[in-house]
């Protein structure tokens, strides 16, 4: 069994900054891609930021140069930091895990970028 729990989510100013992170728990022996979804209302579930075991990142245009993903294999955590946020990047946030068994979500955080 593999637990995530995500945290960081809020409200913010456009123009600020959040930083979510994800632990994973339990049955973890190696994790390969670590990753960052959002989900808006309305629309689909999208990647935002993903990375690899040896550090190699992956991002959505909507979010280079703002957002940058990050890993602690030591504490089976990813992290996003967001800065410069928009009204736009409101959704709720997800975090994902590949394992060789499969892949685990997070149960999602809300952000919200308002005045």
């Known amino acids: 069994q593999v637990q995530l729990v995500e945290s960081g989510g809020g409200l913010v100013q456009p123009g600020g900054s959040l930083r979510l992170s994800c632990a994973a728990s339990?049955?973890?022996?190696?994790?390969?891609?670590m990753g960052w979804y959002r989900q808006a209302p309305g629309k689909q579930r999208d990647l935002v930021a993903a990375?690899?075991?040896?550090?190699?990142?992956n991002y959505a245009d909507s979010v280079k140069g703002r957002f940058a993903i990050s890993r602690d294999n030591a504490k089976n955590t990813v992290y996003l930091q967001m800065n410069k946020l928009k009204p736009e990047d409101t959704a709720v946030y997800y975090c994902?895990?590949?394992?060789?068994?499969?892949?685990?979500w997070g149960q999602g955080t809300q952000v919200t970028v308002s005045s």
């Open positions: 994902r895990i590949f394992l060789r068994g499969g892949d685990y």
């Open positions: 339990g049955s973890i022996f190696s994790i390969y891609t």
């Open positions: 990375i690899t075991s040896s550090g190699t990142t």
